[in-house]
């Protein structure tokens, strides 16, 4: 079944860009195949590493863009019409340019830097080295990671483009509520069913009594995160609209229940949190919220390491909540800390994959437990990748909210960015990173290419002509004062004397 579904998504896919607007293929894609396939599994091919569930639908969807060039040029009867895109693929801003360079070269670097085996001399286990062949492999995966940005800047930067967006999780959201909710009634048995195996540790999964979803994702906290994800978007999409404003409530009061019956309390806590912000708040204090938030997060291995977050605090807080929680919370923060000194012995390139940047004890079993994706980003890839990866999140939030009356953003763009905010501040307890996380990275700097009304509009209107004057009409043309003067003063009965 594995097989099946890695192989006929790509037709599916193919099927979608046939009969949907491209933007709608896009998210159905990335959405889709992100909480559908499986997380183990994956097509080995000669030369090439393993095609899986992260990599499968980033790369099609940029053959079809290739392929169909979608909004560049004419496409044949039974293709969906073409959009509007921005040129080219890369950003245009030069530190977009060099933070997607310093994400592909320092994958190779990492390898590079990498190539010695760690031994245990007790049991004489080891870890091998990493190969050029690793590189390879390393590049491969990061250009399907940013692949997403590259899609989401060329076609979703608009506020149209926003707002399929955000459409796109809240459907996807309410439909896999369904399926969460089967799990929390009947426990998580849908992998099982499905692809006959438990991505995770089931202890993991029994909270309070009840059962923590995951469905076909690899935690039931990525499900969390991605519920409060959905909420913030319909909570959004009925502040930014007029009419049909219920329908969208509805469906944030639905998703904030499936939230709380997942039994996650970070993502909870990060929902309830961000609420009030885009209820209550202006446009503009939602995107200085957003900045706030990324920039806290770009400079958090800083605070971490020079003893700035009150780690203490939060751990009795946590701990008049939940004892088991606090102990939970405690057990991490002792393992970053512990990481991050593993870290800081090579903190250019990082140690790579394998778990070479865990720690592990004289037998060779590892010590260590990696939740915070931070920690797992700066660990494998140093601070090259570290400043790679935060960084294309962070600076569009932060230069949206700097240069917010130059890109006169809207309601939902000001969603988006609240969105992708929540999404990083569940990276510092948990690896909530995923394809959704870059697509919406890449929507984002697409924006700040198109600046302020262009991409406010949702609709291209023809040019207006100017109007001629009476001085300027051309040979045989009828001035618009003269026909003026027809349709009120020849109608006139004449006076006679």
């Not at 993991?204 to 978007?233: C, K, N, S, W, Y």
């Not at 469906?251 to 806590?269: D, F, K, M, P, R």
Request: net charge positive; glycine share 8%; hydrophobic share 50%.
């Amino acid at each position: 079944m594995i097989s099946v579904a890695l192989i006929g998504w790509p037709i599916l896919m193919i099927i979608m860009a046939r009969t949907l607007p491209w933007p709608n293929t896009i998210v159905a894609s990335l959405i889709g195949g992100y909480l559908l396939l499986p997380e183990r599994g994956g097509l080995n091919l000669p030369l090439l590493p393993p095609f899986e569930k992260d990599t499968i639908p980033c790369l099609v969807l940029l053959i079809l863009a290739l392929v169909m060039r979608p909004g560049e040029k004419p496409v044949p009867a039974g293709i969906s019409p073409a959009v509007s895109t921005l040129s080219g693929w890369s950003p245009k801003s030069t530190i977009g340019v060099i933070l997607l360079l310093m994400f592909i070269a320092g994958a190779l670097l990492t390898a590079l830097t990498n190539s010695d085996r760690l031994r245990f001399a007790d049991t004489g286990f080891s870890i091998p080295g990493l190969s050029l062949y690793d590189g390879f492999s390393l590049i491969v995966r990061s250009v399907a990671m940013i692949g997403p940005i590259l899609l989401g800047r060329k076609y979703l930067a608009d506020a149209q483009g926003h707002r399929v967006l955000l459409v796109g999780l809240v459907f996807a959201g309410l439909a896999y509520s369904l399926l969460a909710l089967t799990e929390v009634r009947l426990s998580p048995q849908m992998n099982r069913w499905v692809y006959g195996f438990f991505p995770h540790s089931w202890a993991q999964h029994i909270r309070d009594g009840g059962f923590r979803p995951l469905v076909f994702l690899e935690h039931g906290l990525l499900l969390a995160i991605f519920f409060a994800m959905t909420v913030l978007a319909s909570i959004g999409l009925y502040r930014s609209e007029t009419k049909n404003q219920k329908r969208w409530l509805l469906a944030g009061a639905w998703l904030l229940l499936t939230l709380l019956l997942s039994n996650s309390l970070g993502a909870l806590a990060i929902a309830v949190v961000f609420l009030p912000v885009i209820l209550i708040l202006s446009v503009q204090a939602q995107l200085l919220f957003a900045s706030v938030i990324a920039g806290s997060i770009l400079i958090y291995p800083l605070m971490r390491g020079v003893d700035l977050v009150p780690t203490d605090r939060i751990v009795s807080i946590a701990e008049s909540y939940s004892e088991e929680r606090a102990r939970s919370l405690q057990f991490r923060l002792r393992n970053e800390d512990e990481l991050l000194a593993r870290a800081k012995e090579r903190p250019f390139f990082g140690w790579g994959p394998y778990s070479r940047s865990r720690i592990f004890n004289e037998q060779g079993e590892t010590e260590s437990v990696v939740d915070g994706f931070w920690i797992v980003s700066i660990g494998q890839g140093g601070w090259v990748r570290y400043l790679a990866e935060f960084g294309l999140m962070s600076i569009p939030l932060i230069l949206l909210a700097l240069r917010r009356r130059k890109y006169n953003a809207d309601q939902v763009t000001a969603t988006l960015c609240l969105v992708l905010a929540a999404n990083m501040v569940d990276m510092i307890p948990n690896s909530g990173r995923s394809p959704i996380t870059w697509l919406i990275v890449g929507a984002l700097i697409g924006r700040l290419e198109l600046g302020g009304e262009r991409a406010a509009s949702t609709t291209k209107s023809a040019p207006r002509q100017p109007v001629r004057s009476g001085l300027t009409m051309a040979r045989g043309e009828v001035s618009p004062y003269t026909r003026q003067y027809n349709r009120h003063y020849r109608k006139q009965p004449v006076l006679k004397r």
